[in-house]
């Protein structure tokens, strides 16, 4: 299984960002999370300089840490690839087509993964995958 450090996550994404200003080739998995920087030019300038980002400590200064915001983004685009947790792609779908909006869904997917990994670790159980798919279905069919 593979379990990156913070370093690689950060590392990742820094050259990610550097191949994507250079026209480099890139991995699949590159490709896809060059499109979320892309939907986040707030986070250029953290991902410009990759030494400065591995020292950094995040939250700071009132802003969110880019890297775990775009690893969300990655992880939701990998489970709906594969739908792990089973109905989280027609989950994301749904709401995707509510919002009109794939990256206006993540960011509410976002509320309901980040919501499942607290009490996952609060309760000291495995993440509840089917809760997971519940609230995001629910957020696809509310107004």
């Not at 591995?54 to 939250?59: D, M, T």
Request: hydrophobic letters at 40%; proline letters at 6%; a negative charge.
């Amino acid at each position: 299984m593979f379990n990156p450090s913070q370093q690689d996550v950060r590392r990742f994404f820094c050259s990610v960002y550097a191949k994507s200003r250079g026209d480099a080739p890139m991995e699949a998995i590159e490709v896809l999370a060059g499109q979320w920087i892309a939907e986040h030019p707030e986070y250029h300038a953290d991902l410009a300089d990759a030494d400065a980002a591995l020292l950094r400590a995040y939250p700071g200064a009132g802003r969110e840490n880019p890297f775990l915001h775009l690893s969300m983004h990655l992880s939701i685009s990998e489970q709906c690839s594969i739908d792990q947790p089973r109905g989280i792609r027609q989950a994301v779908e749904l709401l995707a087509a509510r919002r009109d909006s794939l990256h206006d869904a993540h960011h509410e997917v976002m509320e309901c993964l980040g919501s499942m990994l607290w009490e996952s670790q609060r309760a000291g159980r495995p993440p509840d995958g089917n809760a997971y798919v519940a609230c995001v279905q629910r957020r696809a069919t509310r107004d």
